[in-house]
């Protein structure tokens, strides 16, 4: 019905049919008065404006931008506790390679101890060819004794054959 009144008034009184004109004559015959009040419709509907392309734009904009943030900012902190988990696992690793190296150090120090102490308690060469010449003079004195011996004993040997040949010839019994 509403829509028939729409059309009732766009159109003119000659184009109306007939049984569509005592509708329009209701909407309008009105009274002096009528016109010159304001219709009491209740409280006009406020009208919320339409986002306009420039203002969703923006919109779209900044929750895109938004949300493209977060995803970066979450890849960077993923990405910065991989890389502090890499460099925890090589400190790890550093603080073990120091501690053998630390380790074999202080071993080659006591090698090193040791050997300068029999370095320093060790005879040198000189010591080797001194003692040496020390032990070939004794030898040459023990020879020439020996040999002072010997010919001390051959007399005595001699000795002792000349008597026992003198008294050979005599046999007591």
Avoid at 104 to 128: F, N, P, T
Avoid at 152 to 171: E, F, P, R
């Amino acid at each position: 019905m509403a829509s028939s009144s729409l059309r009732c008034l766009n159109l003119t009184r000659s184009a109306i049919p007939r049984s569509h004109q005592c509708h329009l004559r209701r909407f309008l015959t009105t009274t002096r008065s009528l016109r010159n009040e304001a219709p009491n419709v209740g409280t006009p509907a406020v009208q919320k404006k339409p986002i306009g392309g420039f203002r969703g734009g923006v919109v779209g904009f900044l929750f895109g931008f938004s949300l493209a943030s977060s995803f970066a900012a979450y890849q960077l902190l993923d990405e910065y506790k991989q890389a502090s988990a890499a460099l925890q696992a090589s400190v790890e690793e550093l603080k073990l390679s120091t501690e053998k190296v630390t380790t074999q150090v202080r071993r080659i120090e006591a090698v090193e101890k040791d050997l300068k102490a029999l370095s320093d308690a060790s005879a040198s060469k000189e010591d080797i060819s001194r003692v040496r010449a020390e032990m070939k003079k004794l030898y040459d004195g023990l020879h020439v004794e020996f040999l002072d011996l010997r010919t001390y004993v051959w007399g005595i040997q001699q000795d002792v054959h000349a008597l026992t040949t003198k008294n050979s010839t005599s046999v007591r019994i």
